[in-house]
């Protein structure tokens, strides 16, 4: 449930916005992966219906020269992401609103109002129901964007704190929701799915066609006229052999975390698996076509077809990903993996490489793999921690940056940083340093 103190700051906020807007041009600047384009697509069609002027835009990630070149005469609004920058806001704009769900880390400056379950009751909700329940309080309560509010969770992985809301947003976006194999889409042919499977990355069948249609085979699933069933279609014991067959060739797979919620949002008149809506986003945004992601998420004629090309080239980059980071040399330690693939795979996609790595059966609970690659004259960095258990990963990089410099964000078990390629080798010897002292720690 909502905390009073939460609710009432989404309250307070958006009223002084509401006033604060009234004259003023609006400059909307949101993060690029699916929470914050759900979170963008939302507060658009909301400044639509308020007749207010506003421009948007589309972030990586918040660099300070990115916050000094923000025009000064507007209002801004951030979207997923900004907390970690007080420091910069603080010294480089004057009006600024901020809704988000990452971790605080300083004091709130006077000119920023904030809206961030951290600062209350740290309840884990996505920014795009923040911004749906904002959205509500400015008087024009829309009740077709609240699926998109439900998007932004499960794209966050979030989707078992839904239940836990208790604010109407699902009711309300009139998902459907279905109990099975949480790999997906769940609403495609089942050998597309396994191909391109990637959470959990099955071995000997993620990416290879072959392996696909011989687990297939091995469960007695063959296709009719010419086509298998999808998920969905299968009954109880179809779906249990199925599981059975993953499981054996992925050991670390646990059946009760295979299982769960599959939520379907009707989008474009059909019910699509929302893991899958968030993965064509994700791959829109990360293939530098963020407006495809959203005209997608408005259901806009022609965006559909545009952004399911992308995702299919997207999904080529991360099997091929994958390949080069199975054969890639490694920079080892007692659980930790640093995989440095420089200029081999593309940025963008380092935080997806890491994230199914951290879910396959190659490494123990509790290891932290981080991958990194170049882009421009700087470098993205990705960790993750498998499993639940751990140090704090947004303060360990954070730790670094304060003396190499650069960008950091994220959780506790997911976090990212920018650093320039000048800084390549020091940051390698600062993370080692960090992760070695951990362990002695332990």
Do not use: W
Not at 280 to 303: D, F, R, W
Not at 360 to 379: C, V
Request: proline share 2%; aromatic share 6%.
């Amino acid at each position: 449930m909502i905390e009073n103190s939460l609710n009432e700051q989404i309250k307070f906020v958006a009223e002084k916005f509401l006033e604060d807007s009234k004259n003023k041009e609006i400059q909307v600047i949101s993060h690029f992966d699916t929470d914050g384009i759900t979170s963008a697509t939302i507060m658009i069609q909301t400044l639509k219906k308020l007749d207010r002027k506003f421009s948007v835009k589309i972030v990586k990630s918040l660099e300070e020269q990115f916050i000094s070149d923000i025009p000064k005469d507007k209002i801004i609004i951030f979207l997923d992401l900004a907390s970690g920058s007080l420091h910069h806001i603080e010294k480089h704009l004057q009006n600024v609103y901020i809704i988000d769900h990452h971790e605080v880390v300083q004091e709130i400056p006077a000119n920023i109002n904030i809206i961030n379950p951290e600062l209350h009751d740290k309840q884990k909700i996505s920014a795009s129901s923040l911004v749906y329940l904002f959205c509500n309080k400015l008087g024009k309560k829309n009740k077709n964007l609240a699926k998109l509010a439900i998007l932004g969770m499960v794209g966050d992985l979030l989707d078992k704190e839904i239940d836990k809301l208790n604010n109407n947003i699902l009711e309300d976006g009139e998902i459907k929701r279905k109990r099975g194999l949480l790999i997906y889409p769940s609403t495609r042919p089942l050998n597309r799915t396994l191909e391109f499977c990637s959470n959990p990355f099955i071995p000997g069948v993620t990416g290879n066609v072959k392996g696909v249609l011989e687990l297939l085979r091995e469960i007695g699933l063959n296709p009719s006229s010419g086509k298998y069933k999808n998920l969905i279609e299968l009954d109880s014991e179809e779906m249990e052999k199925l599981v059975t067959a993953i499981i054996l060739r992925n050991p670390k797979s646990k059946h009760k975390e295979m299982i769960g919620d599959i939520f379907l949002i009707k989008l474009f008149n059909r019910l699509e698996d929302a893991r899958e809506l968030s993965a064509m986003i994700n791959a829109c945004s990360k293939s530098g076509e963020p407006g495809t992601a959203i005209q997608l998420c408005m259901e806009i004629s022609g965006a559909k077809k545009r952004a399911e090309s992308i995702h299919a080239k997207h999904k080529q980059f991360i099997i091929s990903g994958l390949k080069f980071v199975s054969e890639a040399e490694k920079i080892k330690g007692h659980k930790f993996v640093i995989i440095n693939a420089k200029d081999k795979i593309k940025d963008t996609i380092t935080g997806t490489i890491a994230s199914i790595l951290s879910k396959s059966s190659l490494y123990e609970e509790g290891t932290i793999i981080t991958t990194m690659a170049y882009y421009d004259d700087k470098i993205k960095v990705s960790a993750r921690t498998v499993g639940q258990n751990g140090q704090n990963l947004r303060k360990m990089l954070a730790k670094i940056i304060t003396i190499i410099g650069g960008e950091v964000g994220g959780h506790k078990f997911a976090a990212g940083c920018i650093i320039s390629q000048t800084k390549e080798q020091e940051f390698i010897d600062n993370l080692k340093k960090n992760l070695e002292v951990e362990v002695v720690k332990i």
